[in-house]
C-alpha cells in the first residue's frame, strides 16, 4: 500500500509539472521550427509571423514556463530563446516597423508574462541572464530585432549544445568585419562593447582581451578604440542581399533617413518643406525693391513595392514684392500699402514616382514628378505678381549617398528639370546639381553643408548658387525636422549687386 501510495503522489507530481509548463525537448524542438521556417540570412520575416499561429504557442509556452527544477543550462537556453522570440512577437505586432526603438518602451516598459512572472526585455537579460551567470557571451545571441545587432539563427538554443553555440556566435560575431571593423592600429566597436564594458572587464584593455581571445586575426592591445553609431533598423527579410552576399538596405530606407532610398513596401512618407526666398534689388549702390517667395511643397508616397513608391506632389505659394524698408516676414501679413503687390494660392499638382532600379546600388534612387498648374495667370499681369509657371513641370531627380568612415556622407542629386510646358513662348530646361556633406555627431543628429549650380539652357545663358548650412534631428525613427538657410546668387543678382538667400524648414513623417 505505501508503494502504490508513493507511486500515485509521484505520478501526480509529474502531472501537475506538465501541467504547469516544465520545459523540455518540445519547446526547443518548436523553436528550432519556427526559427527555420521564419529567419534567412539573420533577418526575420516579421510579415509573414504577424499571424503565425506557431509563435503564439510558443509565447503561450514561454508565459506558462516552470523552471523550479530545470538546470542552469536549461534555464539558460529557455531565456535565450524566450528573449528572442519574444522580440520577434512584439515587432511582428506592430509590423511594419522600421525600428523597434518606435514602439514606445519597447525593451524597458512593455511587459511580456515568463515563467509566471511579468517582466520587461531588459529585465530577462539583465536579471534571469547576466547577474546570475555573468557571461559576456549572451550579448552575441540575444537579438534585438535590429541590423546592428549580431545576426539571429536560424536554429534554437538547447540544453545539450548550448556552450558549443555560445562559442560559436561569439566567434562568428568577432570575427565579423562589418560587426567589428579593424584598420591596423584602429578598431571600431559596436555599442554593445560600450553599453556593457563591465561585462567585458570593464577598461578599454579588457575588451580588446576579450576580443583577441576570439580574432583569428587579433587587435594590437596598443589599437585605438572608437565605437560606431548603432543601426537600429529592424532585421527585416525586406532587407536586400547583395551579390557579394552582404545584406543591405537597397531599396529602402529603414536605416537611412535620406531621400536617396526608396521606402519599404507598404510604408508611406509624408514631407512638407517650407522654403521662404527673398532677394532685394535695385542697382548697384542703392537696393530698393524686396520680392519674397513663401513656399510649401507637399509630396505623399507609397511604397508600392520596395523599390518602387508611388504617391503626389502639390504646391502652394505666397508671393509679395514691396519696396525697402521691408521686413522677410511681410510675405504672411497684408498686402495693403502703397508699392505693394500680393498674392497666395495653390499653383500645382501632379504625380510622383520614385524607383530603386538597381538591388546592387542601395543608396540610388530616382524621383520624377509631372505637376500641372492650378489657378488662372499665374505668370501675372499689371495687377497681380508671377506666383507660379502657368505650364506644367516635368522633375526628375538622380539621388546617391555615399558613406565617408563612420560619421560622415555625402549626398549627390542631379536633376533633370523642364519649366512651363505647353507654352510655346517658354519651356525652360535647367539641370540643377547639388552636394551635401554631412557629419552625424549622434544617430539623431545631422549636420551639413550645401552647394548647389543650375544652368538655365536657353538663347540667352542663365544659372543661379546656392551654398549653405542646415541640421536635421530625428526625434524618433519616424520623425524628422530640418533646418537649412542658404545665400542665393544668380547672373542678374550678381550684374546688379543684388542680394538674395533662402530660409527652409521640413518636416517628414515615415511609416
Known amino acids: 500500500m505505501k508503494t502504490l501510495f508513493s507511486f500515485i503522489f509521484t505520478m501526480s507530481f509529474i502531472t501537475a509539472q506538465l501541467t504547469a509548463g516544465q520545459i523540455g525537448d518540445q519547446f526547443f524542438n518548436d523553436t528550432h521550427s519556427f526559427l527555420k521556417s521564419n529567419v534567412k540570412n539573420g533577418l526575420v520575416d516579421y510579415g509573414a509571423v504577424k499571424n503565425d499561429a506557431a509563435l503564439k504557442s510558443l509565447i503561450k509556452t514561454i508565459a506558462e514556463a516552470e523552471l523550479s527544477n530545470a ?40 511587459k511580456s508574462m515568463i515563467g509566471g512572472k511579468k517582466m520587461t526585455l531588459n529585465k530577462l537579460e539583465k536579471d534571469y541572464l547576466l547577474k546570475p551567470y555573468g557571461d559576456a557571451r549572451f550579448h552575441f545571441v540575444l537579438v534585438c530585432g535590429a541590423m546592428g545587432c549580431p545576426p539571429i539563427t536560424n536554429f534554437a538554443y538547447t540544453p545539450e549544445k548550448l556552450e558549443e553555440q555560445l562559442e560559436m556566435q561569439t566567434r562568428l560575431a568577432i570575427n565579423d568585419p562589418i560587426f567589428i571593423k579593424a584598420n591596423g592600429s584602429n578598431v571600431s566597436l559596436s555599442q554593445i562593447f560600450k553599453w556593457y564594458t563591465n561585462d567585458f572587464g570593464g577598461s578599454t584593455d579588457s575588451i580588446l582581451k576579450f576580443i583577441n581571445k576570439y580574432r583569428t586575426n587579433p587587435v594590437p592591445s596598443s589599437a585605438k578604440v572608437k565605437y560606431y553609431n548603432y543601426d537600429w533598423s529592424i532585421n ?112 500645382a499638382i501632379g504625380p510622383q514616382v520614385r524607383y530603386a532600379p538597381n538591388v546592387n546600388w542601395p543608396n540610388f534612387s530616382i524621383q520624377s514628378s509631372f505637376v500641372v498648374p492650378v489657378g488662372d495667370d499665374l505668370q501675372g499681369n499689371e495687377s497681380a505678381p508671377f506666383i507660379d509657371w502657368s505650364g506644367a513641370t516635368w522633375w526628375t531627380q538622380f539621388f546617391n549617398d555615399f558613406s565617408i568612415g563612420n560619421s560622415f556622407s555625402l549626398f549627390t542629386e542631379f536633376d533633370i528639370l523642364i519649366e512651363d510646358i505647353g507654352r510655346d513662348d517658354s519651356n525652360r530646361f535647367s539641370t540643377p546639381a547639388t552636394l551635401i556633406f554631412s557629419y552625424n555627431p549622434t ?35 519616424n ?18 549687386g543684388g542680394q538674395a538667400a533662402t530660409y527652409n524648414l521640413g518636416f517628414r513623417y515615415n511609416r
Open 236 to 347: 527585416d527579410t525586406a532587407q536586400r542581399v547583395s551579390s557579394n552576399g552582404s545584406t543591405t538596405a537597397a531599396g529602402n530606407n529603414s536605416s537611412r533617413y535620406i531621400v536617396s532610398s526608396t521606402i519599404k513596401k507598404g510604408t508611406i512618407e509624408a514631407k512638407i518643406f517650407n522654403n521662404l526666398y527673398t532677394q532685394r534689388t535695385g542697382s548697384q549702390d542703392n537696393l530698393t525693391n524686396r520680392s519674397t517667395f513663401f513656399t510649401t511643397s507637399l509630396s505623399f508616397l507609397y511604397g508600392l513595392t520596395d523599390r518602387v513608391n508611388v504617391g503626389i506632389s502639390s504646391r502652394y505659394r505666397r508671393v509679395r514684392n514691396d519696396l525697402l524698408p521691408s521686413n522677410v516676414l511681410d510675405v504672411f501679413g497684408s498686402s495693403a500699402g502703397e508699392g505693394i503687390s500680393q498674392r497666395q494660392g495653390i499653383t
Open 443 to 477: 544617430s539623431k543628429i545631422t549636420l551639413y553643408g550645401l552647394g548647389a549650380f543650375s544652368p538655365l539652357w536657353q538663347a540667352e545663358f542663365d544659372y543661379f548658387t546656392q551654398a549653405g548650412i542646415g541640421a536635421k534631428y530625428q526625434f524618433t525613427r
Open 479 to 496: 520623425v524628422e525636422v530640418e533646418l537649412l538657410y542658404t545665400d542665393f546668387s544668380n547672373k542678374f543678382l550678381n550684374q546688379t
Open 71 to 110: 538546470s542552469d543550462a536549461t534555464k539558460q537556453a529557455f531565456y535565450i530563446n524566450a528573449y528572442n522570440l519574444l522580440v520577434i512577437n512584439n515587432a511582428a505586432q506592430a509590423y511594419p516597423l522600421q525600428s523597434v526603438t518606435d514602439v514606445s518602451g519597447f525593451f524597458d516598459g512593455k
